[in-house]
Structures are given as structure tokens and as C-alpha cells.
């Protein structure tokens, strides 16, 4: 059975001139792809007027809150004792949102009791992304 979690979350949007604005979003987490976390943005905040997703992996988001974690296109850090930094790079250029680090562990200890560190079905994960991938070549 699939489980999915769900957990809104508010970020703060870091400008260029270093403003902060108010970014809500929604933390997601499904057991049938147990090694990845999304994070949802609304239409509302998105430069095209799109909702937009990131997908990563739930052991970064991990690493992200103990020290510096990623590379690639998704950055994780803890700034302070109370908040983590997320760092999206995409084609269309870098967004940096700042959410309550609190917020962070609690959907992470969620996402555990559904699928439990080091317990995710990775053959099936992968067979399920390659299906994904290729199709019926």
C-alpha cells in the first residue's frame, strides 16, 4: 500500500538584495518512492506561474540538517541553530529559502516511521524509475 505524507511548510524566499518573503510549500513523502523527498511550491510564488516541484533524496535532506550536504542542483545547510537553507540551481537561474530546521526533522522522523532509514526497497525503486525512464523499449 502507498502511503503518502504531506506536511506544509512555511520558507522564506531570500532575494538578491537580501530580503526575505514569505514562500509556503508542502514537504511530500511517499513510501513508493521511499528514497525521495518533494518539496511543493505553489503557482502563486513561481516566476511562470506554475506550481513547481524539486525531488531529492531523503538522505540529503538528512545530511542538510546535521552540516553542509549536495551538489549538483539541490544544496542543504543549517544556518544557525533554528533554521536550514535549501538551494535550488535550475536553467533558469538560483532560488535560496530558509525554513524552520524544527519543521524539517519533524517530516523527516515521519517519513522514518513510514519506511525506515536503510529499510527502502531499492531494487524496486529502481526497477520503478527505469520503468519510468524507458517505458515499454
Known sequence: MDITLEQPVRARLITADEQELPAPATLRYRSADPLAVHIDFPSEISLDGDGVTWTFARTLLAEGLRGPAGSG????????????????????????????????????????????????????????????????V
Do not use: K, M, N
Open 73 to 136: 542542483d539541490v544544496h542543504i545547510w543549517p544556518c544557525g541553530p533554528a533554521r536550514t537553507v535549501l538551494e535550488f540551481h535550475s536553467p533558469h537561474g538560483l532560488a535560496l529559502l530558509q525554513f524552520d530546521s524544527a519543521a524539517l526533522r519533524s517530516f523527516l522522523l515521519r517519513s522514518y516511521a513510514v519506511v525506515a532509514a536503510g529499510q527502502e526497497d531499492v531494487e524496486s525503486a529502481v526497477d520503478e524509475g527505469l520503468s519510468a525512464l524507458f517505458g515499454s
